[in-house]
T-cell receptor, first 113, second 115 residues
Framework: DTGVSQNPRHKITKRGQNVTFRCDPI?????LYWYRQTLGQGPEFLTY????????KSRLLSDRFSAERPKGSFSTLEIQRTEQGDSAMYLC???????????FGQGTRLTVV | AQTVTQSQPEMSVQEAETVTLSCTYD???????LFWYKQPPSRQMILVIR??????QNATENRFSVNFQKAAKSFSLKISDSQLGDAAMYFC????????????FGKGTRLHILP
């Protein structure tokens, strides 16, 4: 296992279009997280999963954002009707439940034009 | 709600010197986990060091060590013998042990290493 993998690495889209990102976690990890990060800021929590169950979705997240982890393995994050304010780095991380930290992927950089 | 605060947006240190990055947090939990993450420019976030709140001994990983003051809710990172490769954003993070156990990050400290 080579770690957390995110695809695509970069995405440029026109305002109003839908985009979908994929995250493949470390295989034995039951926790999967999505974060958003803008330049010079810390990761902002979006949502997380325990296996296929979505445990929490940030109240800051609009209804245009949805995430799934259908079989408890990979996850997708979809943004509908993208806006310029959605431009950011979207980070995925995975972990085991417990004291260990999470391991991050390289992120997907979204640019909305 | 738990919060993590890093009050130093940027810091600089001379190569080979020691630097300490500050972090405070707020929680009503007695047991939790704390982490420091490093994010080099345009690169992946990596875990540097972690501390379990029930352990009194401060964690150490090679040149990286923490000063964990539970009563003060303080968790600082000390980098000894700073190297050019230590230049990065450093994020302090908190995680509860159960229940609402998402990882919460501070806003980060950008560390510059001066040759």
């Amino acid at each position: 296992d080579t770690g957390v993998s995110q695809n695509p690495r970069h995405k440029i889209t026109k305002r109003g279009q839908n985009v979908t990102f994929r995250c493949d976690p470390i295989s034995e990890h039951n926790r999967l997280y999505w974060y958003r990060q803008t330049l010079g800021q810390g990761p902002e929590f979006l949502t997380y999963f325990q296996n296929e169950a979505q445990l929490e979705k940030s109240r800051l997240l609009s209804d245009r954002f949805s995430a799934e982890r259908p079989k408890g393995s990979f996850s997708t994050l979809e943004i509908q009707r993208t806006e310029q304010g959605d431009s950011a780095m979207y980070l995925c991380a995975s972990s085991l439940q417990g004291p260990g930290g999470a391991f991050f992927g390289q992120g997907t950089r979204l640019t909305v034009v | 709600a738990q919060t993590v605060t890093q009050s130093q947006p940027e810091m600089s240190v001379q190569e080979a010197e020691t630097v300490t990055l500050s972090c405070t947090y707020d929680t009503s939990e007695s047991d939790y986990y704390l982490f420091w993450y490093k994010q080099p420019p345009s690169r992946q976030m990596i875990l540097v060091i972690r501390q379990e709140a029930y352990k009194q001994q401060n964690a150490t990983e090679n040149r990286f060590s923490v000063n964990f003051q539970k009563a003060a809710k303080s968790f600082s990172l000390k980098i000894s013998d700073s190297q050019l490769g230590d230049a990065a954003m450093y994020f302090c993070a908190y995680r509860a042990p159960r229940g609402d156990d998402k990882i919460i990050f501070g806003k980060g400290t950008r560390l510059h290493i001066l040759p």
